[in-house]
DNA sequence: TGTTCATATCAAAAAAACTTGATATAATTT
DNA sequence: AAATTATATCAAGTTTTTTTGATATGAACA
């Protein structure tokens, strides 16, 4: 069963947000080392994005994992990510089942 | 414009999330003290069903009512609190269309 | 095999959120 | 007007979350 409360709290960190919306919109990896013919964004591309350093963007990826808003393919020795849309979409209907909205 | 960020900050604190669950569910107040045919929750229900203590309610309500999540009607010396499904709807609704779901 | 590169984890520091007890404010009642 | 009652606010303490730098792990490649 899914737990608003978890998905909330990855929901109200605003670069997480931010995380979120870049995996919507990525069209594909645009740095020179890794492969730009996944699906996913890989951790370089976010460090780039928002000028994090790694430790950090590993911290709330981690987070954005285990709320399962995102899923990771680790692919050789990089990791892509994507967004589980599904799990926004169960969260969102989850709300209007339970507020009776 | 609906802030996505505030109102999951607001939905993701477990007490929140169970007051707005008791708002949702109310019938009228049993309480002694207070008038019984106001709509909303007061603050002395909250304290008695959850064993919290004035200020925390009170910290926690305005959490709720900033967020837009909750109506507040002051009414005398009591305050009353109502869910503002309409936000909880905005809200869900925001996310869709973000998303794209 | 040894080096390089990407990510994970850890411990410490910093920041933010929450809780509490004390006091303030404001309406109600005696 | 004074005492009572409900809520707000404040400062201090506590807990949780986030950030950082250092180190570890594990894959790729020379």
Not at 23 to 28: P, R
Not at 86 to 101: M, N, T
């Amino acid at each position: 069963m899914i737990d608003i409360v978890k998905i909330s709290k990855a929901l109200s960190d605003p670069i997480r947000y931010k995380i979120l919306l870049m995996l919507l919109n990525h069209k594909g990896c645009t740095s020179s080392q890794c492969e730009t013919d996944m699906k996913g964004v890989c951790n370089c591309e976010i460090m780039e994005e928002f000028g994090m350093i790694q430790s950090r963007v590993s911290y709330h990826m981690k987070e954005l994992c285990e709320s399962g808003l995102v899923t990771e393919m680790p692919k050789g020795k990089w990791k892509y990510y994507t967004l589980k849309k599904e799990a926004i979409r169960e969260y969102s209907k989850e709300l209007g089942v339970i507020f009776q909205l």
